[in-house]
């Protein structure tokens, strides 16, 4: 199983961006996919997930980012609007049986892709 994020860059505050994640090895369409997110010296921090259910998202990043997926690609996405200098950070997609924003629920990683905003 293996997970490949990609789309970050560096973009100005206001800026939008989309991270995607791609997985492959398994098909992933009845799992929950998630992504995390982690700035230097803190430590990782729930962004959003998607489930059959719908997506969820931390009260930080709620208005501004969307999750969603193409279950035909294995794929999920996740489109940031309104970027700030705080949503610096590696960017790590997941997948697991929960769209939970416990890390520890999720049981596959990807590599992380690096998003700075500057101001």
């Known amino acids: 199983v293996q997970l490949q994020a990609s789309g970050g860059g560096l973009v100005q505050a206001g800026g939008s961006l989309r991270l995607s994640c791609a997985a492959s090895?398994?098909?992933?369409?009845?799992?929950?996919m998630g992504w995390f997110r982690q700035a230097p010296g803190k430590e990782r921090e729930f962004v959003a997930a998607?489930?059959?259910?719908?997506?969820y998202y931390a009260d930080s990043v709620k208005g501004r980012f969307t999750i969603f997926r193409d279950n035909a690609k294995n794929t999920v996405y996740l489109q940031m609007n309104s970027l700030k200098p705080e949503d610096t950070a590696v960017y790590h997609c997941a997948v697991g049986n929960l769209a939970t924003g416990r890390d520890s629920d999720y049981d596959y990683w990807g590599q992380g892709t690096q998003v700075t905003v500057s101001s």
């Open positions: 090895g398994r098909t992933f369409s009845s799992y929950a």
């Open positions: 998607i489930s059959w259910s719908g997506g």
